[in-house]
Nanobody, 119 residues
Framework: VQLQASGGGLVQAGGSLRVSCAAS????????MGWFRQAQEKEREFVAAISRSSGATEYADSVKGRFTISRDNAKNTVYLQMNSVKPEDTAVYYC?????????????WGQGTQVTVSS
């Protein structure tokens, strides 16, 4: 599976942004999909994940209530809707696919898309 993230950019604090991740291949719906982020000089961290059938989602405490992950298996795409963004959300956002939503167990990674939140 190859993953291509897009939709990043510059947004003001309190605003909204949606990032997308398109997957190639025919096995998209076999994988748990997740979003991770890495801020400058910090370690990569988990943001959100969604199950194969969209029946279950999981969020980091720092984004709960503000971010929403979704997927469209017909379009092989996963989305991250970011609302009420904060400067601390500034990071490179990576999408990933795998068996379970941890950095160690995600098998495939996209190239990342930069999200910058201005105060």
């Amino acid at each position: 599976v190859q993953l291509q993230a897009s939709g990043g950019g510059l947004v003001q604090a309190g605003g909204s942004l949606r990032v997308s991740c398109a997957a190639s291949g025919r096995s998209f719906n076999r994988y748990v999909m997740g979003w991770f982020r890495q801020a400058q000089e910090k370690e990569r961290e988990f943001v959100a994940a969604i199950s194969r059938s969209s029946g279950a989602t999981e969020y980091a405490d720092s984004v709960k209530g503000r971010f929403t992950i979704s997927r469209d298996n017909a379009k092989n795409t996963v989305y991250l809707q970011m609302n009420s963004v904060k400067p601390e959300d500034t990071a490179v956002y990576y999408c990933a696919a795998g068996r379970s939503p941890t950095i160690a167990t995600m098998t495939f990674w996209g190239q990342g898309t930069q999200v910058t939140v201005s105060s």
